[in-house]
C-alpha cells in the first residue's frame, strides 16, 4: 500500500525540518553569545586599558612638571610648593578616577606602591628637595610598569577577539554545512516521495 510508505517520508521529513530549526535556533545563539564576548572585550580594552593608559600618561606629565618646579626651586627660583601641590592634587583625581576601573593582581600591586608613594611625597614637606626629587623618580618608574601591564593586557584582550572571531566563523561554516546536508535530505525525500513502490497484484484463482 502507498499511504504507510508516504507517512514515513513525512515523519523523516518533519524530523529533518526539525532539526534544522532546532540548528538555525542554535547558529543564532551561538552568533549572539560571541558578540557579546567580542563587545565585552572591546569595552574592557577600552575602559580598563586605553582609558587607562591616558591617566598615566597625565600623571607622568605631572610628575615630570614636579620634577622641573623642583629643579627651578632648586636653582634658586620661585617656591614651588604650589604648583607641586596643585599638581599632586590633579594627580589624586587621576588616581580615584583610575582605582575605577579593572586591575588585574601585578596592577594591583604596582599600583598601590605608587598611592604610597605620592603620599609620602605629599607629607613631605619637611623634606628635601632632592628626596622630593627621589620620590618622584620612583613614581616615574612604577608608572612605566604600569603602562607596560596595559601593553600587556591590551594584547591579550586582542588575542582573545582574535580567538573569538575564528571560532565564530568555524561554528558559522558548520552550521552552514550541515544546513547543505538537510536541504540535500530533504531534495531526496521530496523525489522519493514522487516515486511510490510498484505494487504487483497477488496471483489468485481466476474467476470463470
Request: some cysteine; glycine content about 4%.
Amino acid at each position: 500500500m502507498k499511504w504507510p510508505y508516504s507517512i514515513q517520508n513525512k515523519m523523516t521529513a518533519s524530523g529533518v525540518l526539525l532539526t534544522l530549526c532546532i540548528l538555525v535556533l542554535f547558529s543564532n545563539y551561538v552568533d549572539r553569545d560571541h558578540t557579546n564576548n567580542v563587545k565585552n572585550s572591546i569595552s574592557t580594552l577600552y575602559e580598563d586599558r586605553l582609558i587607562v593608559e591616558d591617566y598615566i600618561l597625565k600623571m607622568t606629565i605631572d610628575i615630570y612638571e614636579i620634577k622641573q618646579a623642583l629643579h627651578v626651586a632648586g636653582q634658586g627660583g620661585e617656591p614651588s610648593a604650589g604648583q607641586v601641590n596643585a599638581l599632586l592634587s590633579h594627580i589624586d583625581g587621576l588616581s580615584e578616577a583610575y582605582l575605577k576601573t579593572k586591575f588585574t593582581q601585578d596592577e594591583d600591586v604596582t599600583f598601590a606602591e605608587l598611592l604610597s608613594t605620592l603620599k609620602k611625597f605629599d607629607t613631605s614637606s619637611s623634606q628635601s628637595d632632592e628626596d622630593k626629587l627621589d620620590l618622584a623618580n620612583q613614581a616615574l618608574v612604577l608608572l612605566s610598569k604600569l603602562s607596560s601591564i596595559q601593553l600587556e593586557e591590551s594584547k591579550l584582550i586582542m588575542k582573545q577577539v582574535e580567538d573569538l572571531y575564528i571560532s565564530g566563523k568555524v561554528a558559522s561554516q558548520f552550521a552552514f554545512g550541515i544546513t547543505i546536508v538537510i536541504l540535500i535530505v530533504l531534495q531526496a525525500l521530496v523525489f522519493a516521495s514522487k516515486t511510490f513502490p510498484k505494487i504487483t497484484p497477488s496471483s489468485g484463482t481466476r474467476l470463470n
